[in-house]
């Protein structure tokens, strides 16, 4: 690669320079958490919900974040707080791999750089304060990008294991991990020793190793119908397809919020670079292996966007490579205005989501459509409570819903409860809640049935005695409204409810 620079005591500075920087920042979003006044998302929830019946695998998702939030639990309890806990962790050993990234690649001052861009990133700043299957995905990115580069130094059982672990882990958390494998390639193409090193025995070891660590997940794969792997699948393929020249454009617009304005906007001067000179004339052969991991997601998601909605997040891989590859083209062109520019906007980013997230209710921005931008995420609390007094108050011991939100919700914040939660079934093909609570015909009676939609209609095709109880309001700082029903005398077994025919 290229000859390591910079004296043992600058990198002995720079490491704990940067090592008690993101330290620092670890304390300082544990504690905003315990402060913030923003309800956990249903998706959160649903991951806190796996947390409780730990598996292999689940409907929608491996397991590791799960498991990470059953250890959390374990050790600070079932608060909002500690449920999100692991994510500060995972980005400061994010930030640390980065760190080691970015020294082994180039120097310690491209090091320190990284760890910062890593960080302060703004989708960093943004996922570190939630449960999300994006923050194991990337810290593991981080660690098999290290373990990588150090293979193509010298070829070493030890790195070749790590590297079989991290992508292993990886895919436990997200199966947005197999784009390290088109990354393998890609550097293969574009850096002579990363092609000697497909030949090498210690890569092909650590791919047995990452198939040996992913295998639990495999293995419930394979037992119940491959069902995670269709439900990713159907994410992409079960939309209509509907060809567009914006969404692709949206999707890498958007990756200015996500990876950082700076750092994408480094990555694309740079494979414009690659792209005109096919990649001969790039300053250093680090650059190019950094671009080969970072452009599969990349590349793959635009594609996929042109045909089908595509969600910003789905290149979170590529964000570790890209912050890495910018400090090492600002450090050598010595751009510090877009290096200090750039951690100033992260850290601002990170200042106004602190202060935000602990007013959260309090917030109102008229100029927008919905005045309070948390409204997805507030009002939750106040949701589950209220339903579950309603089902308290008329001696209901089973709740449903239709909706994974409001499943996911109910279970959270009306957890530890004698009432059991239950899921409305969906469909066959890509279940939800319904593959482990599932409304069944032999659910005990009344059940309570709250749902966003008011048509009673469709539920009567199910149930011979359907009680309209009403409309509902939520007393919180953030309403929520449902309809409650209270059903009896199933007519046979529960299927999948019509489409709503009012509001």
Partial sequence: MISLSGSATFTSRSFWTAAVIVFMLTIIRLVALRFSAVDLFFDESQYWSWSRELALGYFSKPPLLAWLIAAAEHICGASEACIRSPAPFM??????????????????RTGFWAAMLAAFGTGSVFAARIASTDAPLVLFWALALLAYVRLLEKADWRWALVLGFAIGAGLLAKYAMLYFLPGLVLAAAFEE??????????????????????SPNILWNAANGFVAFRYAGGNVIGEPIEPSLMRPLEFLAAQFAVLGPVVFGVAIVTTIALVRTRGASLPLPADRILLAFALPPLAIVTATASLVHAYANWAAAAFVPLAVLAAAVLVRRKSSVLLWGSLALG?????????????????????LVKPNPYYRTLGWNGYGRTVGQIARKLGISVIASDTRAEVASLLYYWRDQPEQILA?????????????????????????????????????????KVTRLGVFVTDDPAPRGFTAFTLEQPRGPIGPLAPCRTG
């Fill in 91 to 108: 980005s400061l050993g994010t930030s640390l791999f980065a760190y080691a990234a970015g020294r082994a690649l180039y120097d310690a």
């Fill in 424 to 464: 409305w079934p969906t469909t066959e093909d890509l279940p939800g809640f319904d593959l482990t609570r599932g409304l069944t015909a032999a659910a005990p009676q009344p059940v309570l049935f709250v749902s966003q939609c008011q048509d009673a209609d469709r539920l009567e095709r199910f149930y011979a």
């Fill in 347 to 367: 850290l601002a980013a990170q200042i106004a989501l602190i202060g935000a997230d602990a007013f959260a209710t309090s917030i109102h921005l008229p100029f």
């Fill in 193 to 214: 020793r990363a092609r000697a090193l497909m030949a090498r025995p210690e890569l092909w070891l650590a791919l047995a190793s990452a198939v040996i660590v992913a």
